[in-house]
């Protein structure tokens, strides 16, 4: 069974990718997701913020008390060598290139154009395969118009993949007025790869705190069906590699978005419920259901539903809309 | 000059002798102690990161468990041939000297340097002066002294030279803080340069000397009558060939490098009539001011002696003109009885031997004379005092120079001190001088090492940099002392005037007299919240008058404001620099700026561009904000700076605590210092520091009365009081009550009131409160605000409050947090960190045992902020009770405590046994309740007070020596709280021996481990109790064995009252264990989780952090009580839940353990895995043991009672 996959260009030994998540963050999960059989990596985010934020807080513990008391200038050892900045995840793109074979992606979340820039360069110095753009940003400024904020995202991927070597993703929202011709847009501007969609922070009200609650929850099957619906709009009308993230929880879904024309599935929520050796249980599923149908490899089924391909094109468009309510009402009766 | 003089760099002393002494040692064993553990840390961290000595290996660095086991180690490495050494101070050198005898009796060449501090006395003094090395002065070790940071640097290695060829063991010294911690321009010595100075050959005849199985022999015997006098004399010739060595090592370092040394270096008059004899920095001093005096004709001089011992009287003669007719020898020491101070004695026999043999014609007049005790200032002024003493004579015109006197204090009960011109000067006009009064935490003395570093390293400059602090841990005023200019800078002393000052906190202007250093003409910068139209008029009238009468060019900046707007958030540091430069004149103003810019280029340069870029907007932003001030020919302010302490306060706090609040304590006369170290307690109150700029409010809506927040405060600011609401009448309209919230009590009033100018802001209260507001988002019942806009009624309410009457004890619950916020707390407003995790242990300590407590506390931070003038945070009741605090020494504490015990015992058995026999004169009834009073409960305590003042009032009427004897010891017929309070350095490391023997004792003691497990009053050194994968100094490389478990230690014994609690975890359960540990008749031990700033954390969160420590099960809350093995119960509890969260999720909250993870990331992965397991053994093994039966634990033996039977019950 052919499993092999390109993404952006990346050799993939088959196309279940551990998408961005704490869990690349060690060592030993990526060597086990390799070892499961996973096709790519991506690596947890790295997000200017925080970066700041930490070596501010570093800063304000270690010398905020320093030089105020005779008896003890100092209450940590002097370390010449503190990590700052990026320091750590450059560290963490190298030891994974140099303990897994499969193609490890870095991802990037920056505010100022000068992190976006200056951290994507470190990352592809460090030997990253691909970065993965996360323009994780909620406009909201309320003067902001739709037209500047699809502006900004052009200017970050355009500036960021022509000083880059290696190709580039962006992982998109789904809240565009377009989301179709600002994919084509992006692409255009340079992304090699689009990943679809990411999950953005949505607080929670506590009720007795009355505070916001801003855990996470683990995606649900039910949430591939908004990525389903634009990658089988894309797929084929975009040149660019595209990848389906959400919603994964059994090979079902995987089949799924290689149906409607993914190159790549990702997925954080299956391996943090079922550990990250799950990836080959994922993969081993997949074939399973390649064998059955007798497809020897992947790329003969990929995008086989596709909106260009379906008997029906409009099933993806608003017939689909209209026949989904019809049939809640009659599944209810 | 020859040779090549080295690198020029800056560096304080610590640093410059730690540089060479590492590189010459292949051994170090340390162990820290103020203020040489710099030394230690550098070795420690250089070896961590793999720096290599001289023969390309890297030095092995060994914490021991106190300095006498580091010199133990340093003899062991030194029988075995490895190149050893250690560094250390005062106390800690004291506890050497039994190895030293050794190790110079045993001729082991070794190096020692000391960091010279003053010894305890009636106080501890952390600061520097000759009394620990003149202690050490018979050891046979060769004393060499060093003056500034460059002959330190020079000195260790002159000091190794020597050693080795004179197989003479060298303690090398400078002094304290003075050199040790003064910044000054070096050239700094190259590993060729050491390399040519340590021979080979002698090392490995070092080597040769060494035990070794494979050439056998024996040494360390014990001789008897016979031989060992011989022995002893068999030394001699070693120590006669010391001066010799010592100068041809001076000359050959002369020949390499240029700087050329002198056992005795004399400066001045060549025909010198007065001459001054001295060593350490305060010979520098003299030495600069003997020549100008003597440029200007005078016939002075100076010696500066560098080897004192072995003492060579003929380089003495050979350095002293012969024209010296009257001379001073001036010691940084007390030799209190002797007839004169070491040194001074060693310069009369010298002379006299030299008259004696006729070698010199006359015995010059010779005095000795004090200065610079605990480094005290010692300027220009006072040598010249000296030398004017020197200058005195009579009608016949012999010299009549007092012998014994004192420079630089007020001695007016013994009259030694000698009176100063304080306005002679030696300073040339090319030197600048700079002060900046600071805020520990605001980045001033950071900022101005940097400053310092930029002009001589970047400017070509010679820099100066000193900087004192106050006694206080947590918003501590620092005044930095710079000078810059175009020689090397020989002053060490404190500038007195000083052409640019700056004020970086705007109300010190109100608290001391900052513009009295202000030379006329001088530069003033003040960083003040009011613009350059309106600060004039918020200056009081002093102020007003010095910018006037000085001429004081007067500039203001907001720096806080500058650096809010360009991002740089609350540092002002590089805003506040930037001022300096561009206003000092240091440098020519754009060639300042551009080193600013290039410094921080280096600082910043791997943090990010932004990070820059922002500090470069702070520059530029600065120089356009910065505004000078137009001074106003009159005096218009209509407000003078109030009085530090308020008008009613007791005498001494007025005439003896003030003038030190106010910076000036130097000028209190000795007979206003008490003579046996015995001071008033609850001073603290009289010290209104107002640090906080955000203090809590209370919402009585919203409180449930539940205590916790007055519970955990750290600084005793939070008080509660209950009353019947009658009391109410006259309260101000801001007063804030509520009803108690207690059935049963309709009229009672519940008030929960703050003491705003003492809090720190450390809002640990609010994270304490449970309580959320229904309706408004965030608020709880108490919450932090403003406060200056609350001052002024928080002021009233609190003077409403303070009338109101005290919660009486007895009617108190005791047996619950909500009760105990009732306890008038005997500790209050220390200087300990904002936020602190030992007080309020203390605090409740105080709370409930307080008023018949007495404590014997070990040095450090407890010792620190709970006995380190000007103020006393132990206090009084209402009826004049209170804790009796005392503090002996780090190792002896546990000793100390039990001595307290067992006097306390002897003298209630003298008590009992009078009070038999007294019985039929004060009434049967009255004896026969008293000695058979339990006193276990409150209301039991105070029914047996009102007994012992009716027996008082009996006694006082009878007529007996039974009688007066017994008023002597009555005050013991109320059960006596011993407690024995320190830190986890002495309880796991220093003081372990005494307090496992005092836990042995059965005696009934309470001891209190603050367990922060790091050294923290040093700056947060491993300790044993470190835990594995925390980083700390000393273990920089992280801890790589897990903590000792003390408790389990403690337990084994069977007899031992063990808790170990977490106050943030569980007060009830803390509470209980003071409560448990206090009643229980024999020895009890309490393993207290205190978080503190060394383990970097927000310490607002620090009562959460302990919650995460025991939810992880790396703090396992446990009692274990012996009383419960006698009721056949398990006397083990387990008081606290499984582990609900991995030990990374409480750890990675810290800088000490999260930092291994990002300086070794592959090693720190492997450790935390090793200390999750370890957490995992030791909750099982805890676990195990509170599921056994009494049967599974030894009894132990009975605590062993008072002798005349027990005046309390068992719990």
Redesign the interface.
């Given at each position: 069974m052919n499993l092999a996959t390109d993404y952006m260009g990346l050799k993939l030994a088959n196309p279940l990718v551990a998408s961005a998540s704490p869990l690349n963050a060690d060592i030993g999960n990526i060597v086990r997701l390799a070892a499961a059989g996973a096709g790519a990596v991506v690596l947890p985010s790295l997000f200017e913020e925080q970066i700041e934020a930490e070596d501010a807080r570093r800063v304000d513990l270690i010398e905020g008390w320093s030089n105020s008391f005779a008896e003890a200038l100092t209450y940590f050892p002097r370390q010449s060598e503190y990590a700052v900045g990026p320091d750590a995840y450059l560290s963490l793109i190298r030891k994974a290139r140099s303990e897994v074979d499969i193609p490890v992606i870095a991802s990037l979340n920056g505010i100022t154009n000068e992190a976006w820039l200056g951290y994507a360069l470190d990352m592809e110095e460090a030997g990253a395969h691909a970065l993965e753009l996360n323009i994780y940003f909620i406009p909201a400024d309320l003067t902001l118009t739709g037209v500047k904020v699809e502006q900004r995202y052009r200017e970050i991927v355009r500036s960021v993949s022509a000083a880059l070597h290696i190709p580039v993703a962006v992982k998109l929202s789904p809240y565009f007025s377009a989301p179709g011709n600002f994919a084509v847009s992006l692409a255009e501007a340079g992304a090699r790869g689009l990943v679809l969609f990411n999950r953005f922070y949505q607080p929670d009200i506590d009720l007795q705190r009355l505070e916001p609650v801003t855990d996470l929850e683990l995606s649900r099957p039910n949430e591939i069906r908004l990525p389903l619906l634009w990658l089988a709009l894309l797929s084929g009308r975009v040149k660019a590699s595209l990848a389906a993230t959400s919603g994964v929880n059994s090979p079902d879904e995987v089949v799924k978005y290689l149906l409607a024309g993914a190159d790549v599935v990702m997925t954080t929520s299956a391996l943090l419920r079922n550990g990250v050796e799950y990836i080959g249980t994922l993969r081993r599923g997949l074939e399973a259901w390649l064998s059955e149908r007798r497809f020897d490899s992947v790329d003969q089924m990929r995008g086989l539903l596709n909106q260009s391909r379906v008997s029906d094109p409009q099933a993806f468009e608003r017939a689909n809309y209209i026949r989904i309510l019809q049939g809640y009402g009659s599944t209810r009766r | 000059m020859n040779g090549r003089p080295g690198i020029r760099t800056v560096m304080d002393g610590n640093t410059a002798v730690a540089h060479v002494a590492y590189r010459v040692n292949e051994v170090c064993a340390i162990y820290p102690i103020?203020?040489s553990s710099?030394m230690a840390?550098?070795a420690?961290?250089w070896s961590?990161?793999g720096l290599r000595n001289i023969w390309g290996n890297i030095p092995v660095v060994q914490e021991m468990q106190s300095e006498g086991g580091a010199a133990g180690a340093v003899h062991g490495a030194l029988q075995s041939g490895a190149m050893t050494t250690t560094f250390t101070a005062s106390q800690g050198l004291m506890l050497m000297l039994p190895n030293m005898m050794k190790i110079a009796g045993e001729l082991t060449a070794t190096v020692f340097h000391v960091a010279a501090r003053a010894l305890a006395t009636s106080a501890l003094s952390?600061f520097g002066d000759h009394s620990d090395v003149m202690t050490a002065r018979t050891t046979g070790f060769a004393l060499l002294s060093s003056g500034n940071v460059q002959e330190a640097h020079d000195a260790a290695l002159i000091a190794q030279a020597a050693t080795l060829k004179a197989r003479i063991p060298f303690l090398h010294f400078f002094d304290g803080?003075r050199t040790s911690?003064e910044l000054n321009t070096l050239f700094l010595l190259g590993d060729d340069d050491i390399r040519a100075m340590i021979s080979d050959d002698l090392v490995r005849a070092h080597r040769a000397r060494a035990l070794d199985p494979e050439h056998p022999f024996v040494r360390g015997t014990a001789h008897n009558p016979d031989t060992f006098f011989q022995a002893r004399e068999a030394v001699t010739p070693y120590y006669n060939a010391v001066p010799g060595i010592v100068s041809d090592a001076m000359e050959r370092f002369a020949a390499l490098t240029g700087r050329r040394y002198r056992l005795f270096e004399y400066e001045g008059a060549p025909d010198a009539e007065r001459v001054l004899i001295l060593m350490g920095s305060g010979a520098e001093t003299a030495r600069e001011t003997v020549k100008v005096l003597a440029a200007r004709g005078e016939k002075v001089g100076a010696i500066q002696l560098r080897l004192y011992r072995p003492f060579s009287a003929a380089d003495l003669l050979a350095a002293l003109p012969a024209t010296a007719s009257a001379i001073a020898v001036l010691e940084q020491t007390k030799e209190s009885g002797a007839p004169g101070e070491p040194l001074y004695l060693d310069v009369v026999s010298a002379l006299a031997a030299a008259a004696g043999r006729g070698e010199r014609a006359t015995m010059p007049f010779v005095v000795g004379g004090r200065y610079g005790l605990s480094s005290k200032n010692f300027p220009p002024s006072l040598v010249k005092a000296a030398l004017d003493e020197l200058a005195r004579r009579d009608a016949g015109g012999r010299c009549v120079a007092r012998h014994g006197f004192t420079l630089g204090i007020d001695d007016d009960v013994s009259h030694s001190s000698l009176a100063a011109d304080e306005s002679f000067s030696i300073e040339p006009d090319s030197v600048t001088r700079a002060v900046f009064f600071g805020?520990?935490?605001d980045?001033?003395?950071?900022a101005n090492?940097n400053s310092v570093k930029i002009i001589a390293e970047d400017a070509g400059r010679f820099a100066q940099g000193y900087?004192v602090?106050d006694?206080?841990?947590?918003g501590?005023q620092?005044a930095s002392h710079l000078r810059f200019g175009p020689d090397p800078i020989r002053a060490p002393y404190l500038i007195a005037s000083a052409g640019f000052l700056a004020c970086h906190q705007f109300g010190f202007l109100e608290r001391q007299d900052i513009l009295g250093l202000a030379a006329p003409g001088a530069v003033f910068l003040l960083n003040s919240p009011h613009g350059p139209d309106t600060v004039w008029d918020r200056l009081p009238r002093a102020v007003q008058r010095q910018l006037i009468d000085k001429r004081i060019r007067f500039f203001v900046i907001d720096a806080s404001r500058v650096a809010r707007e360009v991002g740089l958030?609350s540092r002002t540091n590089t805003v506040l620099q930037t001022c300096f430069f561009a206003i000092s004149g240091v440098l020519p103003r754009e060639e300042a700026i551009a080193h600013i810019k290039k410094s921080i280029q280096k600082t910043y340069g791997?943090?990010?561009?932004?990070?820059v870029q922002k500090n470069f907007a702070a520059v530029d932003g600065t120089l356009a904000r910065l505004s000078e001030v137009p001074v106003p020919a009159e005096v218009t302010s209509a407000f003078d700076s109030p009085s530090l302490v308020p008008a009613n306060a007791p005498e001494f706090v007025r005439r003896v605590t003030a003038p030190m609040l106010e910076g000036r304590g130097d000028r209190i006369p000795v007979s206003l210092v008490p003579a046996d170290g015995t001071f008033p307690s609850g001073t603290s109150a009289y010290e209104k520091r107002n640090i906080a700029e955000e203090v809590p409010v209370w919402r009585e809506d919203l409180c449930i009365q539940c205590g916790q927040c007055s519970f955990v405060c750290p600084h005793s600011v939070i008080r509660s009081r209950y009353y019947h609401e009658d009391l109410l009448a006259g309260a101000p309209p801001t007063f804030k009550a509520a009803p108690v919230n207690a059935r049963g009590y309709p009229e009672a009033r519940f008030t929960l009131e703050l003491y705003v100018e003492d809090c720190t802001g450390c809002g640990l209260c609010v994270e304490a409160c449970p309580v959320?507001?229904?309706?408004?988002?965030?608020v709880r019942a108490i919450n932090m605000v403003d406060k200056q806009p609350v001052l002024a009624t928080a002021k009233e309410n609190l003077a409403f409050f303070e009338k109101l009457p005290v919660n009486d004890r007895a009617r108190v619950d005791f047996a619950n947090v909500r009760g105990v916020q009732f306890l008038e707390p005997l500790f209050e407003f220390s200087g300990a960190?904002a936020g602190c995790g030992e007080t309020p242990y203390l605090k409740l300590l105080s709370q409930l045992f307080g008023d018949r407590a007495q404590i014997a506390n070990a040095t450090g931070c407890s010792s620190?902020y709970g006995g380190n003038l000007p103020v006393t945070p132990w206090t009084k009741d209402r009826e004049g009770r209170g804790p009796a605090w005392s503090n002996s020494l780090f190792e002896d504490n546990a000793e100390f405590g039990l001595g307290f015990r067992l006097a306390a015992d002897k003298h209630l058995e003298t008590a009992r046994t009078l009070l038999a026999e007294l019985a039929p004169a004060v009434g049967e009834e009255l004896a026969r309740a008293i000695l058979a009073a339990p006193q276990i409960e409150e209301s039991e305590i105070r029914e047996q007070r009102a007994r012992v003042a009716a027996l008082k009032s009996a006694l006082a009427g009878i007529d007996s020596e039974a009688a007066r004897n017994l008023m002597s010891v009555v005050d013991h017929l109320v059960r006596r709280s011993i407690w024995i309070v320190g830190g986890d350095g002495w309880a796991y490391d220093i003081g372990y021996g005494g307090l496992d023997h005092v836990l042995a004792s059965g005696r009934d003691v309470n001891v209190l481990v603050l367990d922060t497990e790091v050294y923290?009053?040093?700056?947060?050194q491993a300790s044993k109790a470190t835990p594995l994968g925390a980083?700390?100094?000393f273990?920089?490389a992280g801890k790589r064995v897990p903590r000792k478990d003390l408790a389990l230690q403690a337990i084994a014994y069977g007899n031992v009252y063990v808790a170990q609690v977490a106050m943030g975890a569980n007060p009830q359960q803390t509470l209980q264990a003071f409560r448990e540990a206090e009643a229980y008749p024999g020895p009890s031990l309490i393993l207290a989780y205190s978080h503190c700033?060394?383990h970097?954390?927000?310490m607002r969160f620090g009562m959460k952090q302990q919650d995460l420590a025991v939810a992880s099960g790396y703090w396992p809350l446990l009692r274990f009580n012996p009383a419960m093995r006698a009721a056949g119960l398990n006397p083990f509890r387990l008081d606290s839940p499984r582990p609900a969260i991995p030990f990374k999720k409480y750890a990675y909250n810290e800088?000490?353990y999260s930092?291994l993870?990002?300086?070794r990331?592959n090693e720190a992965?492997g450790i935390l895995a090793e200390a999750q397991a370890t957490v995992n053994a030791k909750y099982r093994q805890y676990e195990q043991l509170a599921g056994l039966d009494a049967e599974g634990f030894q009894a132990g033996v009975q605590p062993l009672a008072p002798p005349s039977g027990p005046p309390g019950r068992g719990p």
């Open positions: - | 103020t203020p710099t840390e550098l420690d961290q961590a990161e952390i803080f911690h805020l520990g935490a980045g001033t003395v950071g090492k900087f602090y006694s206080h841990k947590s501590a620092t958030g791997r943090k990010g561009e932004t990070v959320t507001s229904p309706r408004e988002p965030g960190c620190i923290s009053n040093t700056g947060g980083t700390a100094k273990a920089t700033i060394a970097g954390i927000d800088i000490r930092a993870a990002d300086i990331p992965a």
